[in-house]
């Protein structure tokens, strides 16, 4: 089974796919076993007003106060590579 890509968009929206990060995207993670990285982005993302809009809320807060988006978005990268491991174990 090829590895799951979990992505964001500029706006903070998380995505998925099994080809890779597309091009204008930022990688979060990929890991081979889907449904652990599906998780492991569930816990950690803000939920949208939709069922299964999931967002990097600390990167939209970040621009929306003038902060570095980047910045926001390693630190929730660290976080789903944190969750990630303690579901493995």
């Known amino acids: 089974m090829p590895e799951l890509t979990a992505f964001c968009w500029n706006d903070g929206t998380i995505a998925f ?9 930022l990688a979060i993670a ?3 076993d889907h ?3 599906r998780k492991a982005i569930d816990v950690c993302a ?3 007003y939709e069922p299964g809009h999931l967002i990097v809320g600390s990167v939209r807060s970040a621009k929306m106060f003038g902060d570095d ?21």
């Not at 796919?17 to 995207?25: K, M, R, T, V, Y």
């Not at 910045?71 to 174990?89: G, N, P, R, W």
């Open 17 to 25: 796919a099994e080809d890779g990060c597309p091009d204008g995207a």
């Open 30 to 32: 990929k890991h081979e």
């Open 35 to 37: 449904d652990l990285l």
């Open 46 to 48: 803000t939920h949208g």
């Open 69 to 89: 988006p980047v910045d926001a978005l390693i630190d929730f990268v660290k976080h789903v590579k944190m969750t990630m491991k303690s579901m493995e174990d």
